[in-house]
Each structure stands twice: as structure tokens, then as C-alpha cells.
């Protein structure tokens, strides 16, 4: 791929570890409540896969979508205030972690049902193809939602109509806290799309440049006509599941070999040896990423309560009269 | 309304065949899905022709699959559509309750008000065809709990050709209500006949002794009962609800205020009923106003039955409200 931004590939990287970071160490000082989904150790996923995108394509993820938020282009600022509960947020408040919306960035969620997001999806894409427009509708999931209805459901109606629809499963082997071998009769996830006769790749979603090809190519066939395309990323989460998950159901030594394959450690190491970037500019670059942080958390410690009165608000439509 | 405005001799069915019709030809935008829609013309027929006439893009058959077209619907109408989508029976929209609850009812708000779904779910409602327990049940008062949707039932000609449109218009997503022993019901409607208001209960029979409130089917048997108690000199005032969510209370208030008695009819199950939140809030809000308590007649608490008599025994009919309005005005305070 020439003319690859790698070093951009690399920043949005970290800006979701080093953001997820700073609200994990928010959410033990009581900043952050509810529940909490990091993206940690799967940031190459959205990374890579949001760069395939325009800016009139929807995005529709799910509970655990602060990195495809920021990789998408929420700022910072809004999306830590919203992980506050803050006026500010690009819910308002209204949402918080797992409810990350941005009609401006045509960002559809934050879906905390799993496998909720899917049908949705469907839906955008006829949307697109009645009205003759050459968008993509861009959904993540888990891997745990291909146990879900509405995943048969969604791809049936996405290849019977040929809908332009981007199926993006986030495979990190645990839905929760099961194995994904413990929960699916077939753990071939590509052969459940092709089933659909949806076209499927699995991908290494720890290597970013991966994950943008495959996107890229699989987008470009949406885009084209071609109906609707599937990839299976297959990755890990390092951190819990929630901020109150103990990790009784997978042992130490598998989560410390992922780690080693840390997808920012390793495009970092690609980066230098090709003699892409040096020290200095990498301290530069987290120098700049921590000073976005420190400037959303302040935003977010600045921002406001919605007032009680306006409780009832946003239920439905304001009306004339 | 103009004396010598024509009228036509027309169905429920086809008035809200008319009103498909009218949608369809007013707005590209929207379009019809659901199961047998199309080809086979409509599992009630309200649909018939529909096909021939806008294509099978507009009126789209689906697979059985209440969640994926129910969720597809509102997808459709984030991204800029007005889907009207049809499910078969509201049996089996329990099918597609997370979509509706979860996504429907729940974006726009936790959204922080950024989207609107102007989306309408048509679904067949009631008992009273011999169909037993998975294809007969009531669940429209129970979609009233929800907040972030509205629930309408038509119950007469003029609302099933015109609420369609309205609903449309309607910023957010709203359920039609069909009780399917109405799709038969035939009478004269005005030939320029068109949108109505969605927002207002409406009184359809006057009269001063109580008040009998209800809507959708039961609309009929209590206007059927409201002839009998007459002919035994008590006048009542029958309000048709047609809006469930929200409900307008100002016209029951107002009507009980004038009778101070009042009997609900309502086909759901009693406990926890949509008959049940009317009386809470007259209750909360006309207690003075009242000369006996306010009663109730309403679905049995049992899956609706087969055999017929059964059947009939399990949802209010003309009877039972008669004994019970007549209970209530000779229980004098």
C-alpha cells in the first residue's frame, strides 16, 4: 500500500489504548460509572477497518466501541465527557460508555443488546440502495452475537436484497466469559457467512495493515454492488470484560502469550525497523496523545450536569405546538 | 364537513389499502415490508395489488424474520426512509421485541435526542376467529408501557384510511393497532376521506348517565351496548380512545366530569391492562368526580382459548357490558 499514513495508523492506536487507559484509572477513582468495555489489545480492528470508510458510510458498533468512536473521528473531548455522564457528551449524557452516538460522524452506536446492531445494519444499507446511494453500512459485533437470531436473521436479509453492508465480527474467543469452542456447535465463523453466500475472509486483527487491506477490498465490493461482504478479525481482549469481571474462565499464560502480540508493540517494532519512525518521534507522539487525554479529561471535569427538570427530554420528537 | 360530500361503500381492509396507496403515491420514501406482503397480496388482504402497482421494491416480501425486518425498518428510517412494516399478527412481534424496545423506542434517547425513526409497525391484534393461544392475544395496552413510542387503533373506516399518513409524519415510531375482526367491517366513508388527528380520544356516542371507555374492537360491542342501555333509559357516553400512547386524558376526564361513572372496556388481561392505568389515573386525577367506583370489563386471565364458546367467553362482549354499566349507575353514592 503506498502512500500509507502507518504513522497515522499508529497514533489512532494509541490514542484508544492510552484514552481506555486513563478511563480505567477514571472509573476506580468513581469518575466513570456503570459498565465499562475496554478495547484494549484490539485497537489494530477498528484502527485499520475505519480507514476503508467515507464519511457518508454509517458505523454501527457495539458496547465496547470507544476505539472505533475515536478511530471514526469523535473527539476525545466529547466522548470522556459523555464517559462521565456529562452534558458535554456526544450523548449528552444520556448514554454513557456503551451508548456512544455522533450523528455528525454518522456513528449509530454503542448497541448494548448483542447482536441488536445487525438488523439495523441491514436497514441502513436498504436505506442507501432504494435511495441509489453508494454508501456502505460499516457493523461491528462480537463474536458472541453469531449465536444470536438476528446475525442469521441479518446476513439472510443483507444477501437475499444484495445490500451494501459490511459485516465486521470482532472475534476476541470470549463472549463474556465463554469460549467461543464451549458456545458454537461450528467455530468456523466464515463458514456461517458463506452460508448466507456472503463472502467472508478471516483476517489477523492484530496487524493493522491486515485489517485495512482486507477492509479496503471488502468495502470496495460493497461499494460496488457486490451485496455484502464478512470479516472475521480475530484478536484478543487483554484487559476483563467489565471493570467487574474476576477472569475465572481463561488462565494467565494465554493471556500473557496475546499480550506479546500487542498489535501498537508490534507495529511500533514494523515501524522502526523499516526505519519509519524514531524514538523521538514516538515520545513526540505520545507527548501529543497524552496531552489530547489530559485536555478531554479536563473538558469532561469542566462539563456540566443536565439539569433534573430536563429528565423527560429526548423521549420523542419535539413537536410544533 | 359538507352535507353533500360524497360517500363510498367501503371496507376497514380496503380503507387501509387506500391509505397504503395514498402513502405510497405521496412519498418515494416510504415503502411497505413484511411477510406476504406482496405475492400473496397480504395474510389479510390489505395489501392486495399493492405489489402491481409500486414494484416489489416498495413492497417488499420478507423472510420470516420479525427481528431482522422489524430491526431492518428502523435502520431504514435512521437513514432517511418512512418504512411502514407489517407484522403478521402482534403474536408474533414478541419476536421482534428487542427491536422494538431496545432500539426503537430507546435510540433517540440515549442518543441524547440526536435521531428521529418515523417509522410505523402495522400488526393484527384480537381474538374472536377461533385461532387459540398463539394467534389471538392482545398486547397493545402492554406496548403502552413503553416510552419513546406511540400505539394507535383504529377502529372505525375513518381512522384506518387516515391514521396511516399521520403516523408517518409522526417524528417517531408509532404501532398501529388492527383488531382483525375489523378488516371486514364495511360502511360509508367520506370519498375525500384523508389524514386524521392521532392525538385526541373522541366521543361517539353522547350521553350523560357513564361514561364507557374503550377503543379498537371493542369499539363496536360497546356502541352496541350504549343502544341496549338506552332502550333501559341509560344514556351513555362512549369515548374510542384511538390513541393508547399517549393517552388523552382530558376528553375521559371531561366526559367523567359530565357523568361521574365510568366502566372500561378493554380486550387485554385485566391484571397490570391498559383498562387498569385509566383507572389509576382517574384515581389520581377525578376521584371527587366520581359517584361509584369505576369499573372494569376486560380479557379473562387465561390464554385465549378454541372452541368457540370458550372463546367468546374469555373477551368482553355486548352482555357483560350492559350488566356491568348497569351495576355501576345503580350503585348510588
Not at chain 1, 487483554?238 to 506479546?260: C, G, I, N
Not at chain 2, 408517518?168 to 375525500?192: H, K, R, S, W
Request: aromatic share 8%; proline share 4%.
Amino acid at each position: 500500500m503506498t502512500g500509507l499514513d502507518r504513522s497515522g495508523l499508529l497514533r489512532t492506536m494509541l490514542r484508544i489504548r492510552r484514552f481506555e487507559e486513563k478511563c480505567a484509572e477514571l472509573y476506580s477513582a468513581g469518575k466513570i460509572r456503570g459498565f465499562l468495555h475496554l478495547y484494549i489489545g484490539e485497537e489494530a480492528v477498528a484502527t485499520g477497518a475505519m480507514r476503508a470508510l467515507q464519511p457518508d458510510d454509517a458505523v454501527l458498533a457495539t458496547y465496547r466501541e470507544h476505539g472505533h468512536a475515536l478511530a471514526r473521528g469523535i473527539p476525545a473531548t466529547a466522548l470522556m465527557a459523555e464517559m462521565y455522564g456529562k452534558y458535554e457528551g456526544c450523548s449528552h449524557g444520556r448514554g454513557g460508555s456503551m451508548h456512544i452516538f455522533d450523528a455528525q460522524a454518522r456513528f449509530y452506536g454503542g448497541n448494548a443488546i448483542v447482536g441488536g446492531g445487525l438488523p439495523l445494519a441491514a436497514g441502513f444499507a436498504l436505506a442507501d440502495r432504494m435511495m441509489r446511494r453508494p454508501r456502505v453500512t460499516a457493523c461491528f459485533f462480537g463474536e458472541g452475537a453469531v449465536a444470536e437470531g438476528e446475525f442469521h436473521e441479518a446476513l439472510n436479509l443483507a444477501s437475499l436484497w444484495q445490500l451494501p453492508v459490511l459485516f465486521l465480527c470482532e472475534n476476541n474467543l470470549y463472549a463474556m466469559g465463554t469460549a467461543l469452542a464451549r458456545s458454537e456447535a461450528d467455530t468456523d465463523l466464515c463458514e456461517k457467512a458463506r452460508s448466507y453466500k456472503v463472502p467472508a475472509q478471516a483476517v489477523d486483527g492484530m496487524d493493522v495493515e491486515a485489517v485495512m487491506a482486507a477492509t479496503v477490498r471488502a468495502a470496495a465490493e460493497v461499494r460496488a454492488g457486490g451485496g455484502p461482504q464478512f470479516l472475521e478479525f480475530r484478536t484478543y481482549r487483554f484487559r476483563a470484560h467489565s471493570m467487574f469481571d474476576p477472569e475465572l474462565y481463561r488462565d494467565r499464560q494465554e493471556v500473557e502469550t496475546w499480550k506479546k502480540r500487542c498489535p501498537i508493540a508490534a507495529y511500533t517494532r514494523q515501524l522502526q525497523a523499516a526505519g519509519g519512525s524514531d524514538d523521538a518521534q514516538l515520545a513526540a507522539m505520545e507527548a501529543e496523545v497524552a496531552a489530547e487525554i489530559a485536555a478531554a479529561v479536563a473538558y469532561a471535569e469542566a462539563g456540566s450536569w443536565e439539569p433534573v427538570e430536563f429528565l423527560a427530554r429526548d423521549v420523542y420528537t419535539p413537536r410544533p405546538g | 364537513m359538507n352535507d353533500a360530500a360524497a360517500t363510498v361503500r367501503t371496507t376497514y381492509r380496503e380503507a387501509l389499502r387506500a391509505a397504503l396507496r395514498d402513502a405510497l403515491t405521496r412519498d418515494e420514501r416510504v415503502f411497505l415490508m413484511g411477510e406476504d406482503v406482496g405475492r400473496y397480496g397480504g395474510t389479510y388482504a390489505v395489501s392486495k395489488g399493492l405489489l402491481a402497482e409500486f414494484g416489489d421494491e416498495r413492497v417488499r416480501d420478507t423472510p420470516l424474520s420479525e427481528s431482522g425486518f422489524v430491526g431492518a425498518g428502523i435502520g431504514a428510517a435512521l437513514n432517511g426512509m418512512l418504512p411502514v412494516v407489517e407484522v403478521m399478527t402482534c403474536n408474533f412481534s414478541l419476536l421482534a421485541l428487542d427491536q422494538i424496545v431496545n432500539n426503537a423506542a430507546t435510540l433517540r434517547h440515549m442518543s441524547g435526542g440526536q435521531f428521529s425513526i418515523p417509522l410505523v409497525i402495522r400488526m393484527a391484534t384480537g381474538a374472536g376467529r377461533q385461532l387459540a393461544a398463539q394467534h389471538s392475544h392482545s398486547f397493545e395496552g402492554w406496548y403502552a408501557h413503553i416510552p419513546g413510542i406511540r400505539i394507535v387503533t383504529p377502529a372505525t373506516l375513518e381512522d384506518a384510511r387516515g391514521m396511516l399518513w399521520t403516523a408517518l409524519m409522526d417524528p417517531d415510531p408509532v404501532i398501529m393497532f388492527e383488531n382483525a375482526l375489523l378488516y371486514n367491517l364495511e360502511g360509508e366513508l367520506a370519498a375525500d376521506a384523508g389524514p386524521v388527528d392521532i392525538n385526541r380520544a373522541v366521543v361517539r356516542r353522547a350521553g350523560q348517565d357513564l361514561t364507557l371507555v374503550t377503543y379498537g374492537g371493542s369499539l363496536g360491542k360497546t356502541l352496541a351496548a350504549a343502544e341496549v342501555l338506552a332502550a333501559q333509559g341509560v344514556q351513555a357516553e362512549v369515548i374510542d380512545l384511538r390513541t393508547l400512547r399517549p393517552l388523552d386524558m382530558p376528553t375521559v376526564l371531561g366526559s367523567l366530569a359530565k357523568t361521574h361513572r365510568m366502566v372500561i372496556v378493554d380486550e387485554g388481561w385485566k391484571s397490570g391492562s391498559l383498562a387498569a392505568e385509566i383507572m389509576a389515573r382517574v384515581m389520581e386525577e377525578a376521584f371527587f368526580d366520581l359517584d361509584a367506583p369505576v369499573a372494569r370489563v376486560c380479557g379473562v386471565e387465561v390464554p385465549i382459548p378454541y372452541p368457540k364458546h370458550l372463546e367468546e367467553a374469555a373477551i368482553p362482549q355486548v352482555a357483560g357490558i350492559v350488566a356491568t354499566a348497569l351495576r355501576t349507575v345503580g350503585h348510588h353514592a
